[in-house]
């Protein structure tokens, strides 16, 4: 049986009906078609799926979307000012640190909450802070260097 709840995504207040069981992912994907938000493994251990819930990075594909209620959560489409690119996307375009994209939204996200905790992150700082983000295209340099030039602005 489906359950009534609100959210706020991106800015944009939800009124949805879910089924108890549905991940927040599941919500985000199918419901809201948002699909920036990636499905890898649905355990909690790639990263793909990484969302910010009231600001901090958790994994959706492990939260139930009625967990969330009442709550706020950024996905990658939520990051960019209409056309003005979020400084952690210019960045990761700048450094080529895309390969084949898949890891990309999550981990802009890490990026981004780790930023805004601590703005001036060393390199072991940021390499703590994306560990739960797995890459399998890329060494993680251009990452971490797309991550420090963010860092300086």
Same mark, same amino acid.
């Given at each position: +049986?489906?359950?009534? +709840?609100?959210? *706020?995504?991106?800015? =944009?207040?939800?009124?949805?009906?879910?089924?108890?069981?549905?991940?927040?992912?599941?919500?985000?994907?199918?419901?809201?078609?948002? *699909?920036?938000?990636?499905? $890898?493994?649905?355990?909690?251990?790639? $990263?793909?799926? *990484?969302?910010?819930?009231?600001?901090? =990075? %958790?994994?959706?594909? #492990?939260?139930?979307?009625?967990?969330?209620?009442?709550?706020? %959560?950024? =996905?990658?489409?939520? #990051?960019?000012?209409?056309?003005?690119?979020?400084?952690?996307?210019?960045?990761?375009?700048?450094?080529?640190?895309?390969?084949?994209?898949?890891? =990309?939204? $999550? +981990?802009?996200?890490?990026?981004?909450?780790?930023?805004?905790?601590?703005?001036?992150? *060393?390199?072991?700082?940021?390499?703590?802070?994306?560990? $739960?983000? #797995?890459?399998?295209?890329?060494?993680?340099?251009?990452?971490?260097?797309?991550?420090?030039?963010?860092?300086?602005?």
């Amino acid at each position: +049986m489906k359950r009534l +709840m609100t959210l *706020t995504v991106n800015g =944009t207040p939800y009124e949805v009906a879910i089924e108890p069981r549905q991940s927040l992912l599941q919500l985000l994907r199918e419901e809201l078609h948002l *699909t920036g938000t990636k499905e $890898g493994c649905s355990e909690g251990e790639c $990263g793909a799926c *990484t969302v910010l819930l009231d600001g901090k =990075t %958790v994994d959706s594909c #492990l939260i139930f979307a009625l967990e969330v209620q009442g709550r706020e %959560v950024m =996905t990658i489409e939520g #990051l960019a000012q209409g056309d003005q690119l979020h400084p952690v996307q210019k960045a990761f375009a700048e450094y080529g640190a895309v390969q084949c994209g898949f890891c =990309t939204p $999550g +981990m802009i996200l890490a990026a981004k909450a780790l930023l805004d905790s601590n703005p001036h992150p *060393t390199e072991l700082e940021i390499r703590q802070g994306i560990s $739960g983000n #797995l890459c399998r295209c890329t060494g993680y340099v251009k990452i971490v260097e797309a991550i420090q030039a963010a860092a300086r602005g």
